[in-house]
């Protein structure tokens, strides 16, 4: 059953049509699942039990389940924190598409041009895209500096291009943290510029995502200077980050209006880097990858990924601090949220995730 469903996600991604709405997309062969509402209600009781606000599951675009813990309402926006990373993956298909950001390929140094300095900035002349958007710029990540809600750093951008080193040629290795999310922050602000474009990443997200979405975030962070938070700035409700999950799930499409074309979509979900269980600013569930520096990896003969050990490597999802989790499943055309207020780690993903789709497997 395992491999089965597996198979599916491969066919789902490559045969569905991202024109289409859900239900005239899914396969003949796809497994048709139901959550029962006992799976429902003992997975919001887990999330409550480990300090959550809200879980809400959405299958063939339908809200089928909704259930808020611990004081939380509908209207309760919490911080996502790194959560926001997602919707930049979101940015990056777009910009790519309207040709704004070449490819993936693109060398980071011909638009942040101080990096073209070999003696102020040895070996950043061959950071490509490529290496932003999947976590492998080789640039440290300076913690103290850049990390967090308030960083040290009044300019997080100025930061970024002046003062992070490189710890390794870029490409060679994996490394979750600030680092590359406001390098990208740097460069597509210039980008933008040098299309005639007076706006900042922030607000091209909203114009090009969020507004045909009809998503409509409740605060931002920024830094002393005005800039985005790129990597943790989000504060929104439930309902909207759902939004953003169903443009995801439809493979860029929202409620069968296209967002971002199938053709800059479709790079998003692909591992483009030494580490499997990472694509474009958002995890993937597949064998072998493996996650951030605090979060388990899955059993050496786990037949999913570190997000779900069990399968459906098709997953992919947004996560962030306080485990405010987005999980999206392609192959039962499924996205499942978990918001939180606080900072609790004894949330599992895992565990989560088995009492809702451990019984397709059994």
């Not at 139901?34 to 606000?53: C, P, R, W």
Request: glycine share 8%.
């Amino acid at each position: 059953m395992r491999l089965f469903v597996s198979f599916i996600a491969i066919c789902l991604l490559l045969a569905c049509s991202k024109d289409e709405e859900v239900p005239e997309c899914v396969n003949e062969d796809t497994v048709e699942y139901s959550f029962s509402q006992e799976q429902l209600d003992s997975a919001a009781a887990y999330s409550a039990e480990k300090g959550g606000a809200a879980v809400l599951v959405m299958q063939y675009d339908d809200l089928i389940f909704e259930d808020y813990h611990n004081g939380a309402s509908a209207e309760t926006s919490t911080h996502v924190h790194s959560g926001t990373k997602g919707f930049f993956a979101a940015v990056v298909a777009k910009a790519i598409e309207e040709g704004l950001i070449e490819s993936y390929d693109e060398v980071v140094a011909n638009t942040i041009t101080e990096w073209q300095d070999e003696a102020l900035h040895p070996g950043k002349q061959s950071m490509t895209v490529r290496h932003l958007v999947s976590l492998t710029s080789g640039l440290e990540q300076d913690i103290f500096w850049i990390q967090g809600d308030d960083p040290a750093a009044p300019d997080l951008y100025e930061h970024a291009v002046d003062n992070l080193e490189l710890n390794w040629e870029p490409g060679t290795n994996f490394q979750y943290g600030p680092s590359h999310y406001y390098a990208f922050g740097v460069f597509f602000e210039r980008k933008l510029q040098a299309a005639g474009l007076e706006m900042n990443p922030q607000e091209y997200l909203e114009n090009s995502i969020f507004e045909p979405i009809g998503l409509e975030y409740t605060f931002w962070n920024h830094d002393d200077s005005g800039n985005p938070h790129i990597p943790n700035g989000a504060h929104l409700t439930p309902l909207n980050w759902m939004r953003f999950g169903q443009l995801l799930l439809n493979f860029g499409s929202f409620q069968g209006e296209t967002v971002i074309e199938p053709e800059a979509f479709d790079s998003l979900l692909q591992p483009l880097s030494v580490n499997p269980g990472h694509g474009v600013f958002l995890w993937l569930n597949l064998q072998d990858g493996f996650p951030s520096a605090n979060q388990d990896p899955p059993p050496e003969d786990a037949a999913g990924g570190f997000i779900y050990y069990h399968g459906f490597t098709d997953l992919f999802a947004c996560m962030g601090a306080g485990k405010n989790r987005m999980y999206m499943i392609p192959s039962i055309d499924a996205i499942i949220l978990r918001q939180s207020e606080g900072d609790t780690d004894e949330y599992s993903d895992h565990e989560f995730l088995s009492i809702l789709l451990d019984p397709l497997l059994e």
